[in-house]
């Protein structure tokens, strides 16, 4: 069977390339501490979670909530259960027998068909949830820490849960890191057999920060997402194209790594496909000028756009009031041909900020600026390229960006 192209899905787990390192080693981490794991988005977060769910260690139950969409500390407690219920109901169920709570009860009522689903029925029954929160996920994180089971929690996406948490109710953000941070330490990680893994595509520390929160996440450790080497790439693009039996030049996996840059998996997935029906179309061997077709075209296309303007957007939605000096960095990067110095950064930020007649001490605009570009670094927008300089780390999201932006 031929290998599968993954656009835009999490990729099975016997699909991954080049992380069965990294899941051996997040599983030796996870023995003995919690992990916070960072990544940009759509270079495979997800994917490797998913393969800590689908694949545990043995003794190992893995609990996967995306929390994106939730916004309050009650509705992460309806989840978890949900998805404690979901995985193992058999364990679930028994954690519930002895004596009275409102889980019993709403399994209860599901067995008894009056409500569809758990989340529905403990709402239904438990009316103090709101602001009981905190003695339910205490309550049921202390009956699992009476059984045999070694739990494995994963948090995706927290930082937008947080954010939007703060939307709500910004005093809610506080007592929901205080009561985690409180949860992770008490017992000690090496003692404990829940696990906490945190994952985000924006930048945790940068969200906690711009709160004033950064000391409620403190104790995990933090795991870098690695990025695919230019070999790797060069492997992946080799792999997939002999595998749909096309012919191909030995410059092209080669010509490939070279205009992605730091490459985004799901580019790198598109572009190798789109090679691929090339190939079946004519049945001409590949070469570097297909290559360079492919990459224009992509640019061009309705689907990659859609998934290019996220890099946009969402800086206005994360950036506050950096946001439209993040966009004119961005613009200015992407006109150049091989990066630009950092001191060139800098005086572009400072006309900005004169513009906006905010005038700071000199300390302060140094300092603002330094945590805009390491936002930035951390966000997959720009890496340093040496000496001080500084390119889109995306070949394809570079040309994109000047295309339609700069």
Excluded at 36 to 49: E, N, Y
Excluded at 194 to 200: Q, Y
Excluded at 280 to 292: I, N, R
Excluded at 326 to 353: C, N, T
Aim: aromatic share 10%; hydrophobic share 40%.
């Amino acid at each position: 069977m031929k290998k599968q192209f993954y656009i835009g899905q999490v990729v099975e787990p016997e699909d991954l390339f080049f992380r069965a390192e990294f899941i051996a080693e997040l599983w030796e981490k996870l023995e003995r501490q919690h992990v916070i794991l960072t990544a940009p988005r759509r270079t495979g977060k997800t994917s490797v979670m998913t393969a800590l769910l689908k694949n545990p260690q043995s003794e190992w139950l893995v609990l996967y909530l995306n929390v994106q969409d939730t916004s309050n500390p009650a509705d992460f407690y309806l989840r978890l259960l949900d998805e404690f219920n979901t995985r193992n109901p058999t364990a679930f169920k028994q954690l519930f027998t002895q004596g009275k709570s409102f889980i019993k009860e709403a399994i209860n009522t599901i067995e008894s068909v009056e409500f569809s689903s758990l989340k529905v029925a403990v709402r239904e029954r438990d009316t103090h949830l709101e602001n009981q929160w905190r003695n339910r996920l205490d309550e049921l994180l202390g009956r699992i820490r009476k059984t045999d089971l070694h739990v494995l929690v994963i948090l995706d996406e927290l930082p937008d849960m947080l954010l939007a948490m703060k939307r709500n109710d910004p005093t809610r953000v506080k007592d929901f890191l205080g009561w985690f941070r409180d949860q992770r330490q008490a017992p000690t990680p090496a003692d404990d057999p829940i696990r906490w893994m945190i994952g985000g595509s924006i930048n945790l520390m940068a969200t906690l920060d711009s709160m004033g929160l950064l000391d409620r996440m403190n104790d995990p450790e933090v795991v870098s997402l690695p990025v695919f080497s230019d070999k790797e790439v060069m492997e992946f693009v080799t792999v997939m194209l002999e595998d749909h039996g096309c012919e191909f030049s030995t410059d092209v996996p080669e010509e490939v790594a070279k205009q992605l840059g730091q490459p985004i998996p799901y580019f790198m997935q598109m572009i190798t496909q789109e090679l691929s029906r090339i190939w079946a179309k004519t049945k001409q061997p590949l070469t570097g000028t297909d290559v360079s077709a492919v990459f224009t075209n992509v640019v061009a296309s309705p689907e990659a756009r859609d998934k290019f303007q996220h890099y946009y957007s969402r800086i206005a939605h994360y950036y506050g009031e950096t946001a439209h000096i993040a966009h004119a960095l961005l613009d200015r990067v992407s006109l150049s041909k091989s990066g630009i110095s950092r001191r060139m950064l800098q005086q572009k930020y400072d006309e900005l900020q004169h513009i906006a007649n905010e005038q700071l001490p000199l300390y302060d605009t140094k300092k603002n600026f330094n945590e805009l570009m390491l936002h930035l670094e951390n966000d997959f927008y720009i890496v340093e390229t040496g000496d001080d300089y500084y390119d889109i780390s995306s070949g394809l999201l570079k040309t994109w960006w000047r295309k339609y932006y700069a």
